[in-house]
């Protein structure tokens, strides 16, 4: 096949947080990256209230200077939640309000710097070719242009240009939001007999407000003033009911949901292209960035050396199936300590278990569908297992797992139990099965960490056997 100047290794369809954390990530492993962005940047975007733990990918991308230095918002919580009166909540560790399209420009900038090919006002036109050597039709503002590829990542978001296959995770849930010209230096939440209020100070002085609602109790009525009511039967929003600018109520879908077509041969769908959150938790960029991480890992599993497609995807797939299952639980909890009664069928529709219905029937969806949700950590077991004499529990299994080792994913041996939420090979940075390999020869727990002291510093082999103690992976002999 011919070459071109132009040809890449991955190209990547979508700027945003996701886009630009697996560009840059696969530009620090050494691969040529393109880098599609639809919108000319900066674009405006919603979703400003980051969480803190952002900030540790941002220096693993190197990047975490820049972004804290774009100017950001960050207040007192007020919560009405589990009762009808607004209780004070802890602001430490809380999240920061930033302008998106400011943060998603220094990600794009970025990607640009470390040397990756970036495009504004460009998308892909067509696909051809086969997995390992695309040819990507790019429209740009010059024109058509066709690249050679050997993979694509698809992060463009919710509304996937690609018509993937999108199952929801939950009841429908629609979004109103609007911004006022001034508001409390706060990030204020609310739960309403109809849905729950969000509002927050944005580092520009204006104030945003969102309601979630189901779109049904909205449909065929004027949303301003829809809105408009909800915030003033409310005690946190009420003074803002008469504050609403005419015609600046806009609206969007916000229904969690993930793809069955997550992963196809060549291609992988990463951020919310993949699987978008209940908004409830304001975590949609750390885990969009966070699951970029984990498409570069697989990409790279894929282009390296002795690439393992079939790997990459298990562990891909496995990922996102467990993501689903995470955030699906954690949702219906906090959904059901809110206090309005179930008689609102808002609220019903989120307490009870939603029944999740694919439309492809595919491999994934049937493997979300098994994902177990993840149960709370089992209770600490007593220190004297560490001097006593101990043996694994019963229903501890070892399998091979695939894990990330080295930026690409290999099969590592793991420790399998109903207590742990999923297989475990490493523990504090040790592989745990030939450290149980040493257990199963001695007695005593306290004489494997003596035996373990000799391969690593004796604070954290002790810190490894009570690891094993607390979830119940040894119990007392006989
Ligand atoms: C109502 C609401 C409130 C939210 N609030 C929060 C919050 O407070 N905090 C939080 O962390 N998260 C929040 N989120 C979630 C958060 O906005 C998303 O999870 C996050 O933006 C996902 O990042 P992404 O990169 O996957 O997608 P996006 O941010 O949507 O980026 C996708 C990019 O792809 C581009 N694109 C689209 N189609 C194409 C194409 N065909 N070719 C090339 N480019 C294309 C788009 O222009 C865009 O730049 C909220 C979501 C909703 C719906």
């Given at each position: 096949m011919a070459t071109s100047r132009r040809d890449t290794d991955v190209v990547v369809l979508g700027a945003g947080p996701a886009g630009s954390c697996c560009a840059l990530r696969l530009l620090q492993l050494g691969y040529r990256v393109t880098l599609v962005e639809r919108a000319r940047f900066p674009r405006a975007q919603i979703g400003e209230s980051l969480t803190p733990g952002i900030a540790g990918i941002l220096d693993l991308l190197g990047v975490r200077a820049q972004a804290d230095a774009l100017p950001r918002m960050a207040g007192p919580a007020w919560l009405v939640w589990e009762h009808a009166d607004p209780a004070p909540r802890a602001a430490a560790g809380a999240n920061a309000m930033v302008d998106r399209a400011s943060f998603d420009d220094v990600l794009f900038r970025a990607v640009a710097a470390r040397g990756g090919r970036c495009l504004q006002a460009a998308a892909m036109a067509g696909l051809s070719g086969a997995p390992g050597a695309w040819q990507v039709r790019l429209a740009t503002a010059h024109g058509i242009e066709t690249v050679g590829a050997r993979f694509v990542v698809d992060a463009t978001g919710r509304r996937n240009s690609g018509g993937a296959m999108r199952t929801p995770t939950a009841a429908p849930l629609l979004a109103l939001w609007t911004d006022l010209d001034r508001g409390p230096c706060a990030h204020l939440v609310e739960a309403c007999p109809d849905g729950w209020l969000w509002g927050a100070a944005r580092p520009d002085g204006r104030f945003r407000i969102m309601a979630f609602a189901d779109p049904a109790s909205v449909r065929g009525r004027d949303a301003e003033r829809w809105l408009a009511a909800q915030l003033a039967r409310s005690r946190l929003f009420a003074v803002a009911a008469g504050a609403l600018r005419p015609g600046a109520v806009h609206a969007c879908a916000a229904t969690p949901a993930f793809s069955e077509a997550a992963w196809q041969p060549g291609v992988v769908r990463t951020g919310d292209a993949a699987f978008c959150i209940d908004?409830?938790?304001?975590s949609g960029v750390e885990k969009a960035l966070r699951f970029s991480l984990q498409a570069a890992v697989a990409v790279h599993t894929v282009l390296a050396d002795a690439g393992d497609e079939n790997l990459a995807r298990t562990f891909y797939e496995h990922r996102l199936a467990e993501s689903v299952a995470t955030h699906r639980a954690w949702a219906q909890r906090y959904y059901r300590m809110a206090w309005p009664d179930d008689a609102s069928p808002f609220w019903r529709a989120r307490r009870e278990d939603f029944v999740m219905t694919p439309k492809g029937g595919s491999a994934l969806a049937r493997l979300v569908a098994r994902t177990p949700v993840p149960a709370p950590g089992p209770a600490a077991a007593p220190g004297m297992l560490l001097r006593g004499e101990v043996r694994r529990c019963d229903a501890l299994d070892i399998i091979d797992e695939p894990c990330v080792v080295d930026d690409r994913v290999q099969l590592r041996r793991a420790v399998a139990h109903p207590n742990l939420p999923r297989p475990v090979a490493f523990v504090e940075g040790a592989e745990i099965v030939p450290l149980l390999d040493v257990l199963a020869a001695v007695p005593r727990l306290e004489t494997a960490v003596e035996l373990w002291s000799y391969r690593m510093p004796p604070a954290r082999a002790a810190r490894i056997a009570a690891w094993l103690c607390e979830q119940r992976l040894v119990r007392a002999a006989g």
């Open positions: 908004p409830l938790s304001s």
